[in-house]
């Protein structure tokens, strides 16, 4: 977010004067960053730009670069903590399946060790 905020303080200063309807205030310029973030109507908006300043590029795609990479990575963080947590309830829900299969083998352990002990007891 912070990342954000400079580059809407950028582009207030270089661009604010000349192009008041999109950068002219702080709050202008980060809807319009947003606005380019989101790949909407951004290619009109650096063309009128690049028109009387041709090295914008230089400002607008960096900006779209690490936007947009960190737009997809906040979705794969997403994606992945889904997946993490749908793996631990698997685990936990394995590990008491296994607690309850384990429960139920020591009171078959008890009533063979019993059922031994009174065919032993039969048998002297």
Known sequence: MLIFYVFAV???????????????????????????MTL???????????????LAWLFFVPFILVTTLTVLNLFVAIIVNSMQ????EDVRRDAAVADQHHVELMREMKALRAEIAELRALRS
């Open 10 to 36: 950028m582009a207030t200063m270089m661009f604010g004067d000349r192009h008041d309807e999109t950068f002219g205030s702080l709050d202008r310029s980060l809807f319009t960053l947003f606005q380019i």
């Open 40 to 54: 909407e109507g951004w290619a009109e908006i650096t063309r009128k730009i690049m028109e009387e300043q041709p």
């Open 85 to 88: 947590t749908l793996h631990d």
